[in-house]
């Protein structure tokens, strides 16, 4: 069971007076706007909006129509401005040579970096190493492994224009 009421057959012909009236003329007003498509499809659905009022109770037609055609559109604004506020902007597609470059780029850097520092990049990121851990794997104090890897991190950004 639905929650519209059928209209009589004084409703549908009062409704499709109506429609023949009007609807070109909200057409014109709606296509400036919205462009031709989408201002029959609003039409459409500003009849469908309608259909449950009595033909005697609107008074100024026009103003009844055209404030019905607004509302859909700001509905669909508002629609439109929620879905764009939710959706994670997908990052680009990344192609494999790129990956392959980066890759290769980023060796490279650590090939060339100074030892001293090298060693601690490679314990920390690839290792998985925490800093004490280097400081007793490497017999250095905690502070040389931070300083270190600070210099290492300032090297690849150097290199990598970062």
């Known amino acids: 069971m639905t929650d519209t009421k059928q209209l009589g057959a ?42 449950p009022y009595a033909l005697a109770d609107i008074r100024h037609p026009k103003a009844f129509l055209l404030r019905i055609a607004l509302n859909l ?34 060796t490279e850097t650590i090939r060339d970096m100074p030892p001293l520092y090298r060693k601690v990049f490679v314990l920390s990121r690839f290792g998985g190493m925490t800093y004490p851990e280097i400081a007793r794997t490497l017999e250095i ?13 300032e090297y690849c950004a150097s290199r990598l224009d970062l």
Do not use: C, N
């Not at 012909?13 to 462009?35: E, M, T």
């Not at 104090?141 to 991190?153: G, H, N």
């Open 73 to 106: 559109l700001t509905d669909s604004h508002r629609q439109d401005a929620l879905q764009r506020r939710h959706q994670v902007a997908a990052p680009p597609p990344v192609s494999e040579a790129a990956v392959q470059f980066d890759a290769a780029l980023l």
């Open 10 to 51: 004084e409703g549908q012909d009062g409704l499709g007076r109506l429609y023949r009236q009007y609807a070109p003329w909200l057409g014109r007003r709606l296509r400036g706007r919205i462009g031709a498509d989408a201002a029959a499809d609003v039409v459409q659905e500003t009849y469908i909006r309608a259909a």
């Open 141 to 153: 104090s905690e502070q040389t492994v931070k300083w270190r890897m600070a210099r290492a991190l």
